[in-house]
């Protein structure tokens, strides 16, 4: 049993791999300051609710992009799981090549997205997270990320809207049924999902034609991708356990790797 963390800026997303299967996952929000043992209830909460006892756990990877919080939560890892947890960053072995300008600029959650479509898909493919950004990395047939996009949130683009006037409201993120908004509200909900949807149809096009390959997969992950994937052909799947995959390939790669130096 694998216990992988996907730290966001946020929430946290928890997931248990057994093998290849996710039999479990948890959120918790990311910006409320946490102590090592805060952290380590969580945990406690988590295996009580999947039914998973801590001496099942055979290793802990941690995906973050939040630096300020890494150090209580491997802290709370060490001290409530009992294990050294493997911190993904960009000089992990991913098994993918990261060809980049600045490679360790590349934060960790698009490591293991990266990693876990190209090891399922065995092609080149385009993720689409869809967090507080919306990032969109390109990993070729060959096993290499070399481009991205990165643009505002859903959620950044509603909030920026009505935050910045005085008497616009806050909306719930959902596609009203028609662009045409008879209301402010619904008005509102049509320019931000309708507007974003064609922003994402727009880069993905773009991408495919200045890559030169119109049939690159498209994956979407992340909470808001659910709103998007199902409105649009231009994504192929959604899968919200991409994280979790990646970070369990990772994982068994880093095995591998142990195995192979205890040799020598």
Do not use: W
């Not at 493997?86 to 293991?112: C, F, W």
């Not at 045409?180 to 309708?194: K, P």
């Amino acid at each position: 049993m694998l216990l992988t963390i996907d730290v966001g800026n946020t929430n946290i997303a928890m997931g248990f791999m057994n093998g290849d299967d996710v039999i479990g996952s948890f959120r918790i929000t990311t910006k409320t300051p946490r102590t090592s043992d805060e952290f380590g209830m969580c945990f406690r909460t988590f295996l009580h609710s999947c039914n998973v006892k801590e001496e099942e756990i055979e290793g802990v990877v941690i995906s973050s992009v939040v630096p300020k919080i890494n150090y209580s939560l491997n802290s709370a890892v060490i001290k409530y799981i009992g294990k050294e947890p493997l911190m993904i960053n960009h000089e992990t072995v991913t098994g993918i090549q990261v060809k980049t300008d600045y490679p360790s600029q590349v934060g960790a959650d698009r490591l293991v997205d990266t990693t876990a479509a190209y090891y399922t898909k065995k092609r080149s493919c385009i993720i689409v997270d869809f967090g507080t950004a919306t990032t969109f990395d390109y990993v070729s047939n060959e096993g290499v990320f070399e481009y991205t996009v990165i643009a505002p949130g859903l959620g950044i683009s509603a909030n920026a809207l009505t935050g910045q006037t005085a008497k616009l409201p806050e909306v719930e993120i959902k596609k009203p049924a028609s662009v045409l908004g008879r209301n402010t509200v619904s008005g509102i909900q049509a320019g931000v999902v309708y507007g974003y949807i064609g922003a994402v149809e727009y880069i993905i096009k773009q991408m495919k034609k200045e890559l030169n390959d119109p049939d690159c997969y498209v994956i979407a992950t992340g909470g808001l991708g659910r709103v998007i994937s199902g409105e649009t052909d231009e994504i192929d799947e959604y899968d919200p356990n991409i994280a979790y995959k990646g970070m369990n390939i990772i994982y068994r790669q880093y095995l591998q790797k142990l195995a192979e130096e205890s040799d020598y």
